[in-house]
């Protein structure tokens, strides 16, 4: 089945500055890509997603970038806020199959 | 519809008790999945539905675990004899059960603690 690496399971960035979140996935049947947001006491977010047949995809300061052929995938946060501070998973899915989550990013904002 | 509805928030039990958790799900979403999540990990896959039909079950879903879609809305997760490790945020999520995959919408989760 597929398995899905997240790193770094701690990130902290100056507000303004980027962040970066990298995942790889294991199953090359996978062709969906969500990332999702979580804070504190509440489910998963779904914030930004990407599918195989595209190599790029961009929502504002959410960027997200796919590699088939290396089976990575990541997350690119512009000019970062205080309320950016959350935990974010990637995750993967064959075609219509469930999806699997990486294990998270605590991601801090600092003032 | 105000998206994935999860009663209760929080579960306190005792060892060995019975306990179960109820999800509705969007309303015109075919599909329903339960996910496990515990302190700094990801969701873990539990088992899924589509309408009525349960069509997957993980191998965390020991026999103790059962779920049910009785009538293709809402959901129950119900765990026998529970154990201090069943402790943990169990998650609902439902999409519209389209081909391509669409991003599932979670509920805020029932937070067990057995005890």
């Known amino acids: 089945g597929e398995n899905v690496e997240q790193h770094p399971s701690t990130l902290s960035v100056q507000e303004g500055d980027s962040a970066v979140i990298k995942c790889t996935y294991s199953?090359?049947?996978?062709?969906?890509f969500p990332w999702y947001k979580q804070e504190l006491g509440k489910g998963p977010q779904l914030i930004i997603d990407i599918r195989s047949n595209v190599g790029e995809k961009k929502d504002q300061r959410i960027a997200v970038t796919l590699n088939k052929t290396a089976k990575h995938f990541s997350l690119h946060i512009t000019e970062t806020q205080p309320e950016d501070s959350a935990v974010y998973f990637c995750a993967a899915s064959p075609w219509d199959d469930k999806i699997i989550f990486g294990k998270g990013t605590r991601l801090h904002i600092l003032p | 519809d105000t998206g994935v509805s999860q009663n209760p928030r929080h579960k306190i039990t005792k060892r060995g008790q019975n306990v179960t958790f109820r999800c509705d799900p969007i309303s015109e979403h075919n599909r329903l999945y339960w996910y496990r999540q515990t302190l700094g990990q990801g969701p873990e896959f539990l088992t899924y539905f589509q309408n009525e039909a349960q069509l997957e079950k993980s191998r965390l879903l020991s026999d103790r675990f059962s779920a049910e879609r009785p009538k293709g809305s809402f959901s129950t997760l119900e765990i026998q004899r529970t154990e201090q490790g069943d402790s943990a945020m169990y998650l609902c999520a439902s999409s519209p059960g389209r081909i391509p995959n669409y991003g599932y919408t979670f509920g805020s989760g029932t937070r067990l603690t057995v005890v």
């Open positions: 199953d090359s049947a996978s062709n969906y």
